[in-house]
């Protein structure tokens, strides 16, 4: 017993996991930690939650009704929060965020762009009542309900992504996408991943070039706290009934560096902004610096429930679940990349294929809860939140979790969200550039496993990251250029084409499966080593199936054990069909020797193999 301990702590973490992370996907925080944890989880998430709501109230027509977009965000967190707990419990149990999707917008904007849902004039309202005056033709004028003339373009939407959702869910359950990855290698995802980082740098710029001077501060903030103080400790406060008041130690920095950051710089422009430093013109691109913009805090109201139907009754048509079809094939991609990188960040080893299936499957249900609530898009996997995981070096699935609990609760009070939205732009992008950039570098170290001195893979991954970079922006600077003579299989090529991760993808998949190379030179013998245990094609060696346990159901494994139908069923931790990457190949993969630095047993391991920071935080 003593050999092996001695054994694990000698040989490095398998699967590339973090060598410096404080709290990995099994182990659980002490409850105060998940809590402020949770909560950075939630800021990360929320510049992107609510700008999606701000960017679909042009094409509804809310117009000025500030109330109505306050309504709008409230569902899209409550909706992040429904969809994030199924998916880290049930779903593919990593600790990976989910919140509203942009990959739905070209195809809302192409739908809400046909003639019989464009936006009306509005002449003014009438008295003091909720009815507004229309233009509906030159001589025609009519009156209408306030909120009535936007809820009919939303209803429409959630009917779409209601129905188009219904694919997604068929694709993961049914085992279809666990069987596309028998042919995805290191090549295929290290692109895919890449792009989830490289494709955002425009919002990130167009968020902080509002005032670079504090999106710098911000990223100069993090950078200080996550890198530089990382191994500083903090004094703080400890009562126990043996020592009494003391003072303990722990590393600050290290855990908070987001909230830190935006805290700090929050607080600075609150100073400007009282001294007058910002413009005060709304015109002018740094007035978005200044923390002053309070008027929502008034129109929101304290406590409202979001339900499903709030809107009234969705609507379908078929132009519009064919157009929709589009965003969920992109978020499909986009999302299993995500795994990938979520995985390595968190200390988990590679998501086996019954993990993938269930998430897809469940981001598909989220997607039809998104409609059905009417959140105005879908969900999926939120890749700033797979950042910070990498800043913070904190994967703990039970942080999440509480993180969506938040989500939960607080959308439930509408002034509290209202509150976050006065922080400034500059901050959210410089927040951005950091998250953006931790993410692009984790997609191109699983080029560890390939031989990169190989001119074929060189080749294979420069030209999947350049078109992955071109072909999108080409398509953005020509939108109407696809013109297959039928409308919605227009909006298909066109979303999934405008989309960097399905091109870089796309083209390091079709070029890895088709030009001649070995398993060696492609990363296939490495990477099908450090599948085998996810696979479970050593079902009988328990070293090997403790690893996974991170991915198994949080209840009644026993008996699913017990039933051998449970390896025929995609979606089950007991499926063992043969894994990607190995067709034709019989030889028996290498199971890893070194379990105990993932799932339960990391959390059972002795206290000699615990980090540091985990011990010292756990004692406080």
């Not at 190995?582 to 630095?597: K, L, R």
Request: net charge negative; aromatic share 10%; hydrophobic share 45%.
């Amino acid at each position: 017993m003593a050999d092996d301990k001695e054994k694990d702590k000698e040989e490095p973490p398998p699967h590339g996991r973090p060598s410096d992370i404080v709290y990995s996907i099994e182990e659980v925080p002490p409850w105060y930690m998940c809590i402020f944890l949770g909560f950075q989880h939630y800021l990360t998430m929320f510049g992107a939650t609510v700008s999606l709501p701000l960017i679909l109230s042009g094409p509804l027509c809310v117009g000025n009704n500030s109330l109505a977009t306050s309504e709008l965000i409230q569902t899209t967190f409550f909706v992040s929060g429904i969809c994030t707990l199924l998916q880290t419990t049930f779903g593919v149990r990593l600790p990976i965020v989910q919140g509203a999707t942009f990959t739905f917008l070209t195809p809302t904007f192409a739908i809400l762009s046909l003639p019989g849902f464009a936006c009306p004039k509005v002449l003014g309202s009438v008295d003091n009542t909720s009815l507004i005056t229309i233009q509906v033709d030159e001589n025609t004028t009519a009156n209408v309900d306030i909120n009535e003339h936007w809820r009919i373009r939303i209803r429409e939407i959630q009917g779409a992504i209601m129905v188009s959702s219904i694919f997604q869910v068929v694709i993961g359950f049914s085992g279809l996408m666990g069987l596309m990855l028998r042919f995805i290698g290191p090549l295929a995802i290290a692109p895919t991943i890449a792009l989830v980082g490289l494709s955002l740098f425009e919002e990130a710029s167009s968020q902080a070039g509002k005032h670079w001077g504090i999106a710098f501060m911000t990223i100069a903030l993090i950078a200080i706290f996550s890198q530089y103080l990382r191994n500083v400790n903090f004094p703080g406060a400890k009562w126990s009934r043996d020592e009494g008041c003391h003072v303990a130690w722990f590393p600050l920095f290290k855990l908070f560096p987001v909230i830190l950051g935006m805290c700090v710089s929050w607080g600075f422009c609150g100073i400007l902004t009282a001294a007058n430093v910002f413009p005060t013109d709304p015109n002018d691109p740094q007035h978005s610096a200044r923390t002053d913009n309070t008027a929502v805090l008034y129109q929101a109201a304290w406590f409202r429930f979001p339900y499903p139907g709030q809107w009234g009754r969705p609507t379908i048509s078929i132009a519009g679940v064919f157009g929709m079809l589009s965003g969920v094939l992109a978020s499909m991609v986009e999302s299993v990349g995500d795994y990938y990188a979520c995985a390595r960040l968190s200390g988990a080893p590679p998501p086996p294929v019954h993990a993938i299936n269930r998430g897809i499957g469940i981001e598909g249900i989220g997607c039809i809860l998104a409609g059905a609530w009417g959140s105005g898009s879908g969900t999926t996997s939120y890749s700033e939140n797979i950042g910070a995981i990498g800043i913070t070096k904190v994967g703990s699935r039970r942080v999440v979790q509480v993180g969506a609990l938040m989500m939960l609760v607080l959308a439930m009070f509408g002034k509290f969200g209202a509150l976050f939205t006065t922080i400034p732009e500059p901050i959210i992008g410089g927040m951005f550039c950091v998250m953006f950039g931790m993410i692009a570098a984790v997609g191109i170290s699983n080029l560890q496993y390939v031989d990169m001195n190989s001119s074929r893979n060189l080749f294979i991954f420069g030209v999947s990251i350049f078109f992955g970079l071109l072909l999108p922006q080409w398509m953005k600077e020509h939108p109407n250029i696809i013109k297959t003579g039928s409308t919605e299989v227009d909006q298909i090529f066109t979303v999934l084409l405008s989309t960097s991760m399905f091109v870089g993808g796309f083209v390091g998949f079709f070029l890895d499966n088709t030009v001649p190379g070995t398993d060696e030179e492609r990363g296939i013998a490495q990477w099908k080593k450090l599948n085998a245990a996810s696979l479970n094609m050593k079902g009988s060696d328990k070293r090997a199936n403790k690893v996974m346990e991170c991915y198994d159901f949080p209840i009644g494994m026993d008996y699913i054990r017990s039933c051998n139908i449970g390896r025929y069923i995609p979606v089950c931790p007991t499926f063992c069909l043969p894994p990607f990457g190995s067709v034709g190949d019989e030889e028996e993969p290498e199971v890893i020797e070194n379990p105990a630095a993932f799932g339960r047993e990391a959390r059972e391991a002795p206290p000699e193999l615990a980090s540091p920071e985990a011990q010292e935080i756990t004692e406080l």
